[in-house]
């Protein structure tokens, strides 16, 4: 076979097709970014966004973006702090440690359902998150009050975003 001007232009162009339509996959599973933030005089800590859609083997990567505050991602979970339970059972739950200001953690996640996180430090000023992953099993439950586990303050409970607002909106950041 003789490789001519035209087939090059071709194979090229096939090369181009193909990337073009790889592309919705790669977006698929592109790295989801949710930030940690703080006002300056520490009167007010937050995750941004604080509630998030994303499909079954997707990322998300924290960054502390707080200048003044180290941070942790820690899912609700028994073996985290003896905290309730509060990601799908068969979910692995994850632990950052502390964040200092510029550091960054990941986790992928590929069991579908509804995940709980919270800042370690910062769980009684409200600092959770909440991440839906696929499209839960409805109705959502919430884990059943355990009195040997740690619970949960009202402003930690109050400061979780609706999974169907969620799911509505693919990202829903702090009023």
């Given amino acids: 076979m003789i490789v001519t001007r035209r087939r090059m232009i071709e194979a090229g162009g096939g090369l181009f097709l193909a990337a073009l339509l790889a592309r919705p996959a790669l977006s698929a599973g592109a790295i ?16 941004d966004p604080i ?13 502390n ?5 180290s941070h942790t991602v820690t899912a609700y979970h028994p073996d985290m702090f003896e905290r309730p339970l509060r990601i799908p059972a068969s979910a692995k739950p994850w632990d950052s440690d502390y ?6 953690f990941s986790v992928t996640l590929t ?13 009684h000023a409200g600092m959770v998150g909440r991440i839906v992953v696929g499209l839960p099993p409805a109705p959502v439950e919430t884990a059943v009050a355990d009195q040997t586990l740690t619970q949960l303050p009202d402003i930690a409970l109050n400061g979780f975003p609706p999974v169907d607002e969620i799911i509505a909106k693919g990202i829903v950041r702090k009023a």
């Fill in 32 to 47: 989801i970014d949710v930030e940690m933030h703080g006002k300056d005089d520490g009167a007010h800590v937050w995750f």
């Fill in 51 to 63: 509630g998030i859609h994303i499909e079954p083997g997707q990322t998300i990567r924290w960054t």
């Fill in 65 to 69: 973006r707080d200048a003044g505050n």
């Fill in 99 to 104: 964040l200092m200001p510029g550091e960054t």
């Fill in 111 to 123: 069991v579908p359902g509804v995940y709980d996180y919270y800042c370690v430090p910062h769980e």
